[in-house]
């Protein structure tokens, strides 16, 4: 797909979570408590394997108000940033 958003490099990360091996909703369910956590401008990690999040992470950045920084391929799994709003 060409309309993937690649993540840059040097990113600053606040947290990370693994969300490798559970499958939709559980990924995003976990996002959303996740960056509940941070403080707005602090930068979330999400690793996953579910390919829904592909989808899933940048509409619900777009409906939330937080930024889809992109993802990047990782061996066996993706890694997907989001900037809390």
């Known amino acids: 797909m060409s309309d993937i958003k690649v993540a840059p490099e040097g990113l600053e990360i606040t947290a990370t ?31 996953g394997t ?3 999040s592909r989808n899933d992470i940048p509409g ?3 409906r939330g108000g937080h930024e889809y920084l992109g993802e990047k391929e990782q061996p066996g ?8 709003g």
Do not use: H, Q, Y
């Not at 969300?19 to 990690?45: F, H, N, Q, V, W």
């Not at 799994?77 to 809390?84: A, Y």
């Open 77 to 84: 799994f993706m890694s997907f940033f989001v900037k809390k």
């Open 50 to 52: 579910d390919p829904g």
């Open 17 to 47: 979570l693994d969300a490798k091996g559970l499958s939709c909703p559980m990924p995003l369910l976990r996002t959303k408590k996740e960056i509940g956590k941070l403080k707005s401008g602090e930068i979330l990690r999400i690793d």
């Open 60 to 62: 619900w950045c777009a």
